[in-house]
T-cell receptor
Framework: KNEVEQSPQNLTAQEGEFITINCSYS?????LHWLQQHPGGGIVSLFM???GKKKHGRLIATINIQEKHSSLHITASHPRDSAVYIC?????????????FGKGTKLSVKP | EPEVTQTPSHQVTQMGQEVILRCVPI?????FYWYRQILGQKVEFLVS????????KSEIFDDQFSVERPDGSNFTLKIRSTKLEDSAMYFC???????????FGPGTRLTVL
């Protein structure tokens, strides 16, 4: 059973489109991360949040703790946004903050 | 901007050989992690390390694996006798606090032949 589920698995968009990626989790958490993984494999942290909403440039992340759900939105998408977006959670039961990862959403933005 | 570094970027080894993957975490961070990602699969937690000891490990992290912080800067993952299924990308990460943002290294791609 996957503790962190993401949808969709794959997403193709035209440049300029508004994009939403969803994440649902089944465990109690202390925080949720959105990460970006580029084709070369490197992982970059985009957001860490435990409540409400955060915004950074064209990226917006929201979380609903009661519903155990988070969304990542990209406004005015651009081909350089093409990457795998990964949702990961800090389980509340964890002792030192290890992460449980979703399978990722592969985003491709066409010019 | 400080960053986590990992060496080598790619390691090829024969089955049964020992490998050591090296990481230099961000200098003022206290919590260190190893994760792995088998090609096409999700990232999986291996081990967390704090105050010079393992604080948590997953089922994957069996007796073939060990971690060490041999000096004030390096954090290493050793696989004693590699298996074909150890082929994966291995990521090191560090954090200043246990439940805070983690900074990932670029990864080491391990290929076991």
């Amino acid at each position: 059973k996957n503790e962190v589920e993401q949808s969709p698995q794959n997403l193709t968009a035209q440049e300029g489109e508004f994009i939403t990626i969803n994440c649902s989790y089944s465990v109690g958490i202390s925080a949720l991360h959105w990460l970006q993984q580029h084709p070369g494999g490197g992982i970059v942290s985009l957001f860490m949040l435990s409540s409400g909403k955060k915004k950074h440039g064209r990226l917006i992340a929201t979380i609903n703790i009661q519903e155990k759900h988070s969304s990542l939105h990209i406004t005015a998408s651009h081909p350089r946004d093409s990457a795998v977006y990964i949702c990961a959670v800090h389980p509340a039961r964890g002792s030192q903050g290890n992460l449980i990862f979703g399978k990722g959403t592969k985003l491709s933005v066409k010019p | 901007e400080p960053e986590v570094t990992q060496t080598p970027s790619h390691q090829v080894t024969q089955m049964g050989q020992e490998v050591i993957l090296r990481c230099v975490p961000i200098s003022n961070h206290l919590y260190f992690y190893w994760y792995r990602q088998i090609l096409g699969q999700k990232v999986e937690f291996l081990v967390s390390f704090y105050n010079n000891e393992i604080s948590e490990k997953s089922e994957i992290f069996d007796d073939q694996f060990s971690v060490e912080r041999p000096d004030g800067s390096n954090f290493t993952l050793k696989i004693r006798s590699t298996k074909l299924e150890d082929s994966a990308m291995y990521f090191c990460a560090s954090s200043d606090r246990g439940w805070n943002e983690q900074f990932f290294g670029p990864g080491t791609r391990l290929t076991v032949l």
